[in-house]
């Protein structure tokens, strides 16, 4: 028994170690506020080939597969903390359509039509006055666990977008890439007298770029363990504001569907 004992607390402790109780709080979180949720989700790495896991998948079910919204979702557990390198120049010039998140062809169509009435409506489109441009792990030595996390979740945008190898993919797609850490995160900005300010937040956001087959080039939310129920909530709302805005879009496809399903009764009723 005591063997046994020991055993279990040998193979929690490695459990805990390997980060596993993060993702499983990340998952249960998300599935409160009314998403599907998929865990070591698998994909396939669009420069590779290969197959590759992210830790999190959220979708906001969608029975007419017309308009997907996802969060892929990259767990980090660490005692260091995090640091997000901020500016007020970070987003200066960015077109706004691609650094909230990533889209589909017909979404970002949809988008560059009604971009002002979308920022006026859609709190998720707009940006802090300071964002980061960079995200670090302090104290991290020579392994770069943030850009890692980083890459890991812009690829995974990628194939939930436009993957390779499925027959069909909903026409309107957002994937929002979101990295979960449960150490502190540290906001940091250059003040006044070249001064570096820093202050630990609940969350943030860092505008990354990865040279992938497709071009990335989004804002990545970073939001601790702590702050984790506000912002599943949060994204549970704004994936209902998203839907709503697009509404319009997904009447006229299922409006094309009924004249497509009608004038094939109708071609067939007058064949002899």
Known sequence: MRARNRMIDTVQKWLEGEGFPLEMHVAAEFRKAGF??????????????????IDVVARDPDPMGIVEIYFAIECKSSKKPWVLLTSPDTLS????????????????????????????????????????????????????HAYSAAFSVAKAC???????????????????????????????????????????????????????PRYFGSCIRVVTLQHLPVFAREAKRAARQFRAALKPEEEKIVASWHRSKHGSSEHNRTIP
């Not at 062809?105 to 006055?129: G, M, N, S």
């Open 36 to 53: 599907e949720v998929r865990q070591s989700s698998h994909y396939v790495d669009a420069e590779t080939g290969k197959g590759r896991e």
């Open 93 to 144: 010039g960015y077109n706004r359509i691609f650094a909230f998140g990533v889209l589909s062809e017909k979404a970002v169509d949809v988008f560059a039509q009604r971009i002002l009435e979308f920022v006026e409506t859609l709190p998720w489109l707009r940006k802090e006055d300071a964002t980061g441009y960079a995200f670090r792990q302090a104290f991290g030595g020579q392994s770069d």
């Open 158 to 212: 990628e194939y939930l977008v436009r993957p390779p190898e499925r027959g069909y993919v909903a026409p309107f797609g957002l994937v929002f890439p979101v990295v979960v850490v449960d150490a502190p995160l540290i906001r940091c900005v250059l003040g006044r007298g070249s001064r570096l300010n820093l202050q630990e937040v609940d969350e943030g956001e860092f505008l990354f770029f990865a040279h992938l």
